[in-house]
């Protein structure tokens, strides 16, 4: 009899599809008797939980039982942990299992719980009673003691610790490491402990290059790519195949280092493999064709996309706002403002718009959007928009309002929000602010000396040759530096980097003697002429 109704409660729950069945099951089970049967309560929390994602009525099932067991607790704790908005409650229920005698943790509940922990002090608890547990030796809990700790600020180290002592280390416990360094940005570290994985998977090539990528490492994240491209292909290791999220990560670097041949083979390599075109992707198109300057690419993909959510509108008024084309930047957002309610914009569209009205000198457009930003959507201006709005001051001329603007900061002006006041007075020689400008640059950065020679070319402007001589002899005082200008080229495929007077490429005699030629062809020229 119970066997069958085992099987009929499971029979109507993968027929359920919303909360009306589940009540009704739920009050059939209880004028059965059954309010209080563990494993019926389980299924239903499960079920309300991971099928409906009602967690509130999953959480009231589960106040309503006298002595709810440790699958009942994991289920609910894995519920919240499965939302970022629900870590929380799930590490204040797991608190509360603690303080009662029955049930005891198990090595299952631990991992859900590790998630859920935001700060080092909350890892370092957990950590605690898993070894007054008895379950620090299990590798699921080793593996999520890792990934835990190198989540949180200042906790790679104790990550790295956790990861020496396992006695089993598996493609898991290494990708957790592995993405632990990159998001901490020891990318170096990332490689290294990389190459001694003993085997490889998807997972943990992607782990590798987003940590790349998001660190700053272009190069190094597309030639992983490429390698695990050629893995995967000519050396037939299918368990090497990049998916979705290699994908993305390998365009957004074609983004940032201007790689657009290796961006439309990517492009097509994602219709050539049947990957899925959704707004993941998309959006990655759009912003990689966006970046590299094809702006007509990135709109064609752009309109392909069925589903548009913000991201993909806010991709596309970035992209025309990047090269100038404050109009069409305008147009979009327009466009997207037609949907009504169904798209709302966030601060990302804002920062696209105020740099289109910069790049377009439409100072009252961009005032306009300024207010729009914080009176009809509640946006809080951020650094960024201040920075824009400063920006699009200076280049006007309206310094008096730029300075306006810094006074009523809600936040401390920064070296972008200088930066871009100090640009505009160069232009308009407004000596006396730019002075003023490159002086809180210094105090902000002290050790740059590109904002040191600013204050000494703007002191040589104004006839100040004490104050130069006194600038200079500082930074050789203290061997302050100036960041190399940088550019790239991107030749078959490949990317090569040039700084200002870095001699150290292999072609640099050549490519100086190519250089010299032609500056005195120019000059041939001009005495023609």
């Not at 699921?140 to 990550?159: E, F, K, M």
């Not at 190459?195 to 790349?212: K, Y």
Request: aromatic share 10%; hydrophobic share 40%; glycine share 8%.
């Amino acid at each position: 009899m119970k066997l069958n109704l085992n099987q009929h409660v499971l029979a109507i729950l993968s027929k359920s599809n919303n909360l009306n069945h589940l009540k009704q099951l739920q009050a059939f089970l209880i004028t059965l008797g059954h309010s209080q049967t563990q494993f019926y309560a389980f299924k239903l929390v499960r079920f309300c939980a991971l099928s409906l994602s009602n967690l509130h009525y999953a959480r009231l099932i589960f106040d309503h039982l006298h002595s709810p067991n440790i699958y009942l607790y994991t289920a609910m704790i894995t519920a919240y942990a499965s939302r970022p908005q629900g870590h929380g409650d799930a590490f204040f229920l797991y608190r509360n299992m603690l303080c009662i005698p029955t049930p005891r943790p198990n090595q299952f509940i631990y991992p859900h719980v590790l998630k859920c922990c935001t700060e080092s002090c909350g890892t370092d608890l957990v950590h605690a009673q898993i070894l007054k547990s008895g379950f620090d030796e299990y590798p699921v809990v080793q593996t999520a003691l890792v990934d835990s700790y190198s989540r949180v600020l200042g906790g790679v180290g104790n990550a790295r610790k956790v990861f020496d002592e396992m006695l089993e280390r598996n493609v898991v416990s290494f990708t957790a490491m592995v993405s632990g360094y990159g998001r901490m940005g020891d990318v170096d570290n990332a490689l290294k402990l990389f190459d001694e994985m003993p085997e490889r998977d998807v997972p943990s090539w992607n782990a590798l290059i987003a940590g790349c990528t998001q660190n700053g490492f272009f190069s190094e994240g597309i030639k992983l790519f490429r390698e695990m491209v050629v893995l995967a292909v000519e050396k037939h290791c299918p368990c090497n195949k990049p998916n979705q999220v290699t994908v993305v990560c390998a365009l957004s670097a074609c983004g940032h280092t201007g790689m657009l041949q290796l961006g439309k083979w990517i492009h097509g390599y994602v219709y050539k493999n049947g990957f899925v075109l959704d707004s993941f992707i998309s959006n990655a198109l759009v912003d990689m064709y966006g970046k590299c300057g094809n702006l007509e690419q990135a709109r064609k993909v752009f309109e392909m996309n069925p589903d548009k959510g913000l991201t993909s509108w806010n991709s596309m008024i970035n992209s025309f706002a990047l090269h100038g084309q404050s109009d069409c930047a305008i147009a979009i957002f327009e466009q997207m403002m037609e949907h009504g309610d169904d798209i709302r914009p966030d601060e990302v569209t804002f920062i696209g718009l105020l740099n289109a009205c910069t790049h377009g000198g439409l100072v009252e457009q961009g005032y306009h959007y300024f207010e729009m930003m914080s009176e009809e959507y509640g946006i809080e201006p951020r650094i960024d928009h201040y920075g824009c709005l400063i920006d699009l001051l200076g280049r006007a001329g309206r310094f008096d309002e730029a300075m306006e603007v810094v006074r009523g900061m809600s936040m401390e002006p920064d070296e972008v929000v200088w930066g871009s006041l100090l640009n505009g007075c160069k232009v308009y020689g407004r000596t006396d602010l730019a002075e003023f400008a490159a002086k809180k640059l210094i105090e902000i950065d002290p050790h740059n000396g590109g904002y040191a020679i600013m204050l000494a070319n703007i002191y040589g402007e104004l006839g100040k040759w004490d104050e130069v001589r006194n600038i200079w002899r500082i930074l050789k005082q203290q061997k302050s530096y100036k960041i190399p200008g940088c550019s790239w080229i991107e030749v078959d495929d490949q990317v090569h980097q040039f700084y200002s007077l870095d001699k150290s490429n292999p072609k640099a005699e050549e490519m100086y003697n190519v250089l010299e030629s032609l500056i005195g062809f120019r000059k041939e020229v001009m005495v023609d002429l």
